[in-house]
């Protein structure tokens, strides 16, 4: 059974940073492809960044620069390290697997970027 578990998010200033983790459990780490994705309120879930199982990564051009996706194997986490942090940062951030037939969700961490 999939269970995924995200941390890390809080309120902090513009400008500021947090560490997301995302503990997957019932997950093949060794070859699944991991994600963030964040929803704010109103909007579509969008993709953030992504991570193969083999370490590339990519990311939403409006964090590029900003965010860094990493992975952790033994621990089965993946990390989402988020720097200069803007308003419009705010959503809830969900880590998935992102090349599993079915769409797993985690109840995600909720950031908050504000004065």
């Known amino acids: 059974q999939v269970r995924l578990v995200e941390s890390g998010g809080g309120l902090v200033q513009p400008g500021g940073s947090l560490r997301l983790s995302c503990v997957a459990s019932?997950?093949?780490?060794?070859?699944?492809?991991m994600a963030w994705y964040r929803q704010a309120a109103g909007n579509q879930r969008e993709l953030v960044a992504r991570?193969?199982?083999?370490?590339?990564?990519t990311y939403a051009d409006s964090v590029t620069g900003r965010f860094t996706i990493s992975r952790n194997y033994p621990r089965t986490t993946v990390y989402l390290q988020m720097d200069n942090l803007k308003p419009e940062d705010t959503a809830v951030y969900y880590c998935?697997?992102?090349?599993?037939?079915?769409?797993?969700w985690g109840r995600g961490t909720q950031v908050t970027v504000s004065q």
């Open positions: 019932g997950v093949n780490f060794r070859i699944a492809d």
């Open positions: 991570i193969t199982a083999g370490g590339q990564t």
């Open positions: 998935t697997p992102d090349n599993y037939n079915t769409r797993f």
